[in-house]
Nanobody
Framework: QVTLVESGGGLVQPGGSLRLSCAVS????????MAWYRQAPGKRRGLVAT???????SYVDSVKGRFTISRDDAKKTVYLQMNALTPDDTATYYC????????WGQGTQVIVSS
C-alpha cells in the first residue's frame, strides 16, 4: 500500500514563498521517481518538477530559478520550495510517485493573491 500526503499549501501574496511537503508510505520511496504536478482551475494537470532516485532534477521552464524540488529518503518526504510566487502559480499541487505505476496524493491548494 502506497499513500502520498501533501501539506504546506495556502494563501500567499505575490512575491512570497511556500514550501510544500509530501510524505510517502511504502518501501520503494528511495528508488522511486518523485514529481510535483499542478492543476489550475479549468486547465489540465501539468508537470512542475521531477527528482529521480539519484537526486537529479528537472523543471518546467516557467518555474526554473524560482522552485526547488528536493527529497529526504530517510523521512520518505519530497519537498517543493516555491519562491517569487506569482498569481500564475495558483493551482492545486499534486505529489506523484512513479514505481511501475503512478501514485498520487490528494493535492494541496496554493493561492497567490494580494
Amino acid at each position: 500500500q502506497v499513500t502520498l500526503v501533501e501539506s504546506g499549501g495556502g494563501l500567499v501574496q505575490p512575491g512570497g514563498s511556500l514550501r510544500l511537503s509530501c510524505a510517502v508510505s511504502g518501501s520503494m520511496f528511495s528508488i522511486s521517481r518523485m514529481a510535483w504536478y499542478r492543476q489550475a482551475p479549468g486547465k489540465r494537470r501539468g508537470l512542475v518538477a521531477t527528482i529521480h532516485s539519484d537526486t537529479s532534477t528537472s523543471y518546467v521552464d516557467s518555474v526554473k530559478g524560482r522552485f526547488t524540488i528536493s527529497r529526504d529518503d530517510a523521512k520518505k518526504t519530497v519537498y517543493l520550495q516555491m519562491n517569487a510566487l506569482t498569481p500564475d502559480d495558483t493551482a492545486t499541487y499534486y505529489c506523484n510517485l512513479w514505481f511501475t505505476r503512478d501514485y498520487w496524493g490528494q493535492g494541496t491548494q496554493v493561492i497567490v493573491s494580494s
